[in-house]
């Protein structure tokens, strides 16, 4: 229930005069998954839509439809099953690995398109005498893929767009996505999310947000505001959403304002060349605790080629500024398995010496959070070849050793995780017989040919 796309299509479906939205989630045990909302299970639906932000999600669908008894693949469902829709961040930029699980797949922004698709439905679903007749329909909504309309990325039928186009809300401040259902068991339940911020303007090279979110969207501040006041009034804490918050003009103006409401506040990560002595200040009067910065490198040169240029200097010096402010609870994010990794390691030692003496003279701890680089399609290092898993290995234990201390803490994301994630980001069709029999090494060892997702327009 943290992603906020669920709220904002919860509420979008429910507003519509034919349909109501209910929640499944995927339960750990063999049982038929049923309902949140009336404890009906998946395959009495007429729609089921599906939103996937992380690769490795893409079991869970399996497994979600499996045990509902709904069959896996697209074209063994006729017009009694339910129509199954894809959506979501990975079905952005490349939903081919489980494409012919899909009915349709929503390429892009759901605001518009998901009503678009429901009126069509309500239209058509009587009218038509065949799943084919009912797909034919909806191919002239922008933004819609029919993934049994095309094979190894090209159309089979006429009336098919040769490019998908990406669907982009532009109209940023008519909906909002934000807490609208209130979960407080959930992760970051007791926060009222809400996202400010939608793509974002510097375009790292490896990054989603900044080149496939595009263009940059900033909601006003009197959206922000009264959407606070309407949905997060038994809420504490406000957690700000957007790639980089610490850039939105008016987001002093918010934390003044959010303040004077007695609200907590929490941001997303923050950029360095962002922040300011003021910006900081007012975070700490709003209660945030813990604040995440992203260098993503230390080696000033491997950080500039991937899109950041601020310096080490200037990085030591927010650290500070943080420090001097009381904020205890200091993260960084960083980024292995790119470019030469032993200047990085050099560059990671001699920041060390600056940022232990730091820590000392305050008596702070850090936490570095690695990653090894996962490329993505449609970012400039979608080509990118990853290392191999003895070379991360290698350079995992580098890093536990080049910062060994007692006032760092050092957490590294699971390098299988992230290989199988690489792989399936830019896998084709050939991906799925692996996805369905949970063969996640054999995925390691598929290299799909061409360019699987040259059908989307961004
Ligand atoms: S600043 Fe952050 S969110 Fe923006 S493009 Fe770079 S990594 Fe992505």
Redesign the pocket.
Known sequence: MSNLAIHLLYRLINSHPYFSCERFFLSQDEIVPLSIESLKPLNEFDVIGISISYELDYFNVIKILESSHIPVFAKDRDLSYPLIIGGGACMNYNPEPIADIFDLILIGEAEDTIKEILDRYIDMKDAVRSKDDLLFSFLDIEGVYIPEFYKDGKPLVDMAPRKVKRRVFRDFDRETACSYIYSPDAVFGDMFLIEIERG?????K??V???IYSPCRIKSLDTVKDTILKYGGKYKKIGLMG??VGGIPYIEELLKWLIGLNFQVSVS?L?VSTLNMKFLELLKLAGESTITI?P?FLDEKLRAEI??KESNEKILEVLETLLKFGFRDVKFYMIFGYGDYEIELRSLEIFKKYLTQLLKDYKANVVFNFQPLVPKPFTPLQNYNIPDRRVLQSQKRRIMDTLKHDRIKVRVASIREALIEAALSRGGRDMLPLILKGDKRGIFSVTSAGIPWSFIEI
């Open positions: 974002c303007p510097m375009k790292c490896f990054c947000a900044g080149n790639p980089l990560s950029r992203a993503e899109g950041k």
